[in-house]
């Protein structure tokens, strides 16, 4: 299978499937525990139905929204997710060039693999910081001032990640940074020489917003370690609260799921929320984050801006998201994949795709611009 043969998520899954070894593949499909989560938050999606208009005049469509003060000319982002060059060697630089390509935001994460810096150089499109609380205040004021400084738009805090989650899928390779496999894992990655070829051949893999913690060569602290030694569990809202002082500028807060939460949010002077549950990483059996929308939008929708990712396969689940009130959609594994696959001519492809459903859709449902998709356009089953 090319690139080119890649029509859809499922697709690109499966390129990224034969080229990645089997431990670092199902780091990126895997999830916690039973996977219930994961297997939950497409299936909420289809659950409900699209109720089309017609003959509404739709030449001319409009994809573009505004969050969190941001201009996007779509209504999907790619959400920052970490360790992206190890999936593919450009990384977060294909990422960030493709969503400047089509004009639209991305994140790099505390764990990721190319520099705050060099993601601004590359892309001039709204860039979020993904990052986690950490025990020493200092490194977390430390890291909003180096975001501010290297020209990052938005800030966003994960909140629902204060220990890992319990990815078996992991546990039977020996999957670790730095690599610590078992035999089973070790086998897998000897059948795929050329990630390995590929791998060896291009600069070497570290996290440079934490190069002085956390050591690619071992020498400083696993990604395990990073998790369970770095992070504080005792965060609270009043040390969200200082943060958004602290920062001055849209703050969002990544992995609300109840709207008591979203009113907090709200109080301590966040401007979005992104309701998440990990991709079904962290708490297996949590709700979906678009079966909890319509709940959280009636909340708070006209006070903060929401958003909502997992699950996201389609442009028509896209259209159901915004439908209910979303602001706009996070991706995550719909890029990574053929992040994996092709770098950033995959993820190109795949937002050019994403586009091309999006823009149908609308067609198809008598809309011409974002704000025209309403709940009367959706039924439950």
């Known amino acids: 299978m090319r690139l080119s043969q890649c029509h859809n998520f499922h697709d690109f899954r499966e390129l990224a499937r034969r080229r990645l070894p089997g431990p670092i593949f199902n780091y990126i499909d895997g999830a916690a525990d039973d996977e219930v989560t994961y297997r939950r938050n497409t299936a909420a999606f289809e ?24 201009k996007l000319a779509l209504p999907v982002y790619c959400s920052p997710t970490a360790l992206q060059r190890l999936f593919h060697h450009q990384g977060e630089r294909a990422v960030a060039a493709a969503a400047g390509k089509y004009g639209t935001m991305f994140g790099v994460s505390s764990l990721g693999t190319v520099s705050l810096e060099e993601a601004r150089r590359i892309s001039g499109a709204p860039q979020v910081y993904q990052f986690y609380f950490h025990k020493d205040r200092g490194l977390n004021r430390e890291m909003m001032a180096r975001a501010r400084q290297a020209g990052v738009e938005v800030m966003m805090l994960t909140v629902d ?25 070790i086998t897998q990655f000897a059948v795929k020489p050329a990630w390995a070829l590929n791998y060896l051949t291009h600069e070497s893999f570290r996290l440079p917003q934490l190069d002085s913690h956390v050591d690619m060569g071992g020498g400083v602290m696993s990604i395990s370690r990073y998790f369970t030694e770095m992070l504080d569990p005792s965060m609270t809202w009043d040390d969200v609260a200082e943060m958004v002082g602290h920062w001055g500028g849209p703050f969002c807060l990544k992995g609300i799921m109840s709207v008591e939460d979203a009113r907090r949010a709200i109080e301590v002077g966040c401007s979005g929320i992104v309701l998440s549950n990990h991709g079904g990483r962290q708490l297996d059996g949590s709700r979906s984050a678009f079966d909890q929308l ?38 995550g594994r719909y890029y990574l994949f053929p992040l994996a696959a092709a770098g950033q001519a995959g993820v190109e492809r795949a937002l050019e795709l994403m586009r091309v459903e999006i823009e149908r859709a609308m067609k198809l449902m008598g809309c011409t611009s974002i704000d025209q998709l309403t709940r009367k356009n959706l039924r439950f089953r």
């Not at 659950?47 to 941001?70: E, K």
């Open 47 to 70: 659950a409900c139905d699209l109720v089309p208009n017609v003959l509404r005049g739709v030449n001319d469509i409009d994809l573009s929204v505004t969050v969190m003060g941001q």
């Open 161 to 185: 990640s204060i220990t890992g989650g319990n990815r078996e899928r992991d546990k039977r390779t020996g999957f670790a940074i730095p690599f610590k496999l078992n035999l089973a894992g």
């Open 294 to 331: 319509a709940e959280i939008v009636d909340a708070v929708g006209d006070r903060i801006d929401v958003m909502m990712d997992g699950g996201v396969q389609r442009g028509t689940h896209v259209l159901k998201a915004l439908s209910l009130g979303a602001k706009a959609v996070g991706l």
